[in-house]
């Protein structure tokens, strides 16, 4: 299966609104939570938009 596992490495506090709402539509919420989503355009769009926040492998 074609997925990707995200983990949020840096906080969120002092970046601009649009990235925390970027990291909520990901499912993100604490430092160091992980969550598996499909390797789809819009799920890579919004990793590629927080990528200094998040740590991505392929599963």
């Given at each position: 299966m074609n997925r990707?596992?995200?983990t949020l490495k840096n906080s969120p506090i002092g970046r601009p609104s649009k990235q925390r709402v970027f990291l909520l539509g990901l499912g993100l919420r604490r430092l160091h939570q992980t969550?598996?989503?499909p390797k789809t355009p819009q799920v890579l769009g919004l990793i590629d938009k927080v990528k200094h926040l998040v740590?991505?492998?392929s599963l």
């Open positions: 990707v596992s995200i969550v598996e989503h740590e991505v492998t």
